[in-house]
């Protein structure tokens, strides 16, 4: 079979559903969660490289919160965030056995997706007005009071297990759909296209807007750098707080 061939039977039989922006974003977040996880567990020294995950985390997740707004069909937030009453439903009739297939999101995975970018941006968010009590404090610290530092640390800290719980979910709904549903979620994050079935002609879409992404992902970016940089430097920051 040639390659044209072999193109056509592709478009015919799966349609596209994730632009690249989306995708790229899903995977550069496992990455960053992963990285901060670990460069956490390692210890003080890695401080500097659990920072720069952070960074990577707050501006992935303002891109995808801008991004429900301004990107494609099944980005948007309006087109997957369902009622209480249609998610309830929705939840009812998996229970029963009836499965309704989405192109995008599904009611419960909205939910999900809702609950992981509110977790994780207050866990980064957090993270930058932090301290350890010992040496490293967060860029932002100098805005916050000791005190106040304190406080969002405990939050930062207890935040870790509920986005745990949240990602274990996740884990566990993309593999029920895969070995129950015989739907790959993973691949089609990986290709960004779900089987015909699934998705209606006028479902599918046909650009991923990426200059428009380039743009917000660098716009945020360069809010984050000034903010940084342009934050108060606190010397002797613990024994102030004493």
Known sequence: MSSEETKYLLDNTTRKVWDWPVR????????????????HRLGIEYFKYHLWCGYTTIVLVLFRIVWGIVGTRHARFHHF???PAVTVRYGLELLRGVHVPYAGHNPLGALMVIALLASLLVQAA????????IFNTGPLYGYVSAEYS??????????????VAFIALHVIAVLIHLVFKKENLI??????????????AHEEI???????????????????????????????AFDASY
């Open 126 to 133: 957090t993270g930058l007005v932090a301290n350890d009590e």
């Open 24 to 39: 790229v974003f899903h995977w550069l977040l496992v990455l960053s969660v992963l990285g901060a996880y670990i460069t």
């Open 81 to 83: 965030v369902r009622s």
């Open 206 to 236: 046909n650009s991923s807007r990426i200059a428009l992404a380039l743009v917000i992902v660098i716009g945020i970016t360069g809010v984050l750098v000034w903010l940084v940089r342009t934050a108060p430097v606190v010397s002797n």
């Open 150 to 163: 304190l406080e969002l640390t405990s939050l930062h800290r207890q935040l870790f297990y509920w986005i």
């Open 187 to 200: 691949r089609a994050l990986l290709t960004g296209r779900k089987p015909a079935t699934q998705v209606a």
